[in-house]
């Protein structure tokens, strides 16, 4: 059995244009025999451009009364699947505006049912000339930050193309996120849930640079960020603080010796740690876990990470700036520095086992 009749394709459409039919027309093609578009809610204008009754053999169309979102019309179709599809390896989702090619889409059903563990994802290359600039930016600012504070290399963190196996739709449907933040929350899952993830070199195909998306720039990027930046908030105050009062008391009694430093580096962690604490709890990650329990492992994180600094503020300021005019001034730049690269190896352990839910 081919794979193109082993796996159910999902198309979650907002207002389409006459490019739905030429996708459903070529996945038809390719051998697809299941293909679930929902139809987020799109505007009577539109309604002539999704397929009539019986038009595409194997295509059913789900409704959304009003517009919910991408990751509401994922979700939806998931769950009609899980519901009626007992047969299937799985699905693998499409976009409507016929920059997926039916190929790309075969290929991504065949290593899923080669593969039926792994999440696989198509995924582009974006040096092209033709690829957008917002896109190319897009990506490898999505792609570093997924790097730098998940410990996750994925090569494309914004293709909708992505082969998921039936077992995984469960946990896909607890996935928070009705928009275009629920992708870039599905990816992040697969690290909070170890699942494997396959990359499949997909083509790069960008119709009129893209302008049909209906991504907004603003309000998504906040979405799909918002936790990052919460962090990067939250570690801020916490920053200011901790900076302030270390250089409060170096001004007030020196940094002659070693001893000093982690004096007050444990001072200056001790009462910023608090409010950072409470900040990452309720704001941050929304831990409703015990307190007790969320407050030990935070220590138990904290503790190492002081002395990791002290360490190194010492070290380095003491071979770098010992002599120098404002020696007080340049430890507290190197103790900044330290710091960052510290931050972002505390968001990975603090989001994945200190603020982690059960389960």
Known sequence: MSAANRVTVVLPSLNPDEKLRLVLSGLCQ???????????????AHLPNFPAPGEFPGVEILTHPVNRGKGAA???????????????????????????????????????????????????????????ARSRMGNRITST?????????????????????????????????????????????LKRARIKWTEVPIRTVYIEENQTSHFRPIVDSWRIYKLIFKYMLSSAAGCVVDLGIFWLLSVLFGTAASWLIYLYTAIARLLSSLTNFTLNRRVVFG?????????????????????????????????????????????????????????FISFRIQREWVFREKG
């Open 74 to 132: 994922l979700k939806t179709a998931f769950a009609h699947f899980l519901a009626t599809r007992t047969d299937r390896v799985g699905v693998v989702t499409v976009d409507g505006d016929n920059q997926h090619h039916p190929a790309d889409v075969l290929s991504c059903a065949e290593v899923l049912c080669a593969i039926p563990k792994n999440l696989i994802l198509g995924v582009r290359d974006f040096s092209g000339e033709d690829v957008p």
């Open 287 to 343: 831990s409703s876990g015990p307190v007790g329990r969320t407050l030990v492992r935070y220590y138990t994180l904290a503790i190492p990470q002081l002395l990791v600094s002290a360490f190194l503020v010492d070290r380095l300021a003491a071979g770098l700036f010992q002599t120098a005019p404002n020696g007080e001034f340049w430890t507290t730049v190197v103790k900044a520095v330290v710091d960052t690269l510290l931050f």
């Open 145 to 189: 930050v997924f790097r730098l504070f998940c410990g996750m290399r994925i090569s494309d963190t914004q293709t909708g193309l992505r082969a998921i196996p039936a077992a995984h739709l469960p946990r896909m449907l607890e996935v928070e996120g009705d928009r275009f933040e629920y992708e870039t929350n599905m990816l992040l899952e």
């Open 30 to 44: 390719a051998g697809f025999d299941d293909i679930l578009v929902v139809n987020d809610g799109s505007d009577e």
